[in-house]
């Protein structure tokens, strides 16, 4: 679904699972303990769903970034050609392209 979207979720479940803690909270304050008991749980699933957002938004990410490599991987082989057909210019220029897609991978997942 995207890396943001993935991320986006995840910050939504995790200020869920706080807002349950704060109503755990009161619940004990107010000896209502099941009441708390029930409220700890809905925080636990709301921790639990961002952190597989956070799995997909990886997951996501680590795909986008070996598209990056593949693009850099073929700019790469069209600057050897170049190189080797002596159009130097051109060679440098794909050289360039290569490179930036490469940054782009590392920026994904470093």
Known sequence: MGIEFQMHRAAVNVAKGFQQIQKASAAFG????????????????????AIDHFAKAEDDAYAKAGKEIDKGNSELLKSIE????????????CFDRALDHYDNALDLVG
């Open 30 to 49: 107010k000896g209502k303990d099941d009441s708390a008991v029930n409220h700890l749980d809905k925080a636990l699933n709301d921790f639990g769903a």
């Open 82 to 93: 170049e190189y080797g057909n002596g159009n130097t210019d051109k060679a440098e220029s």
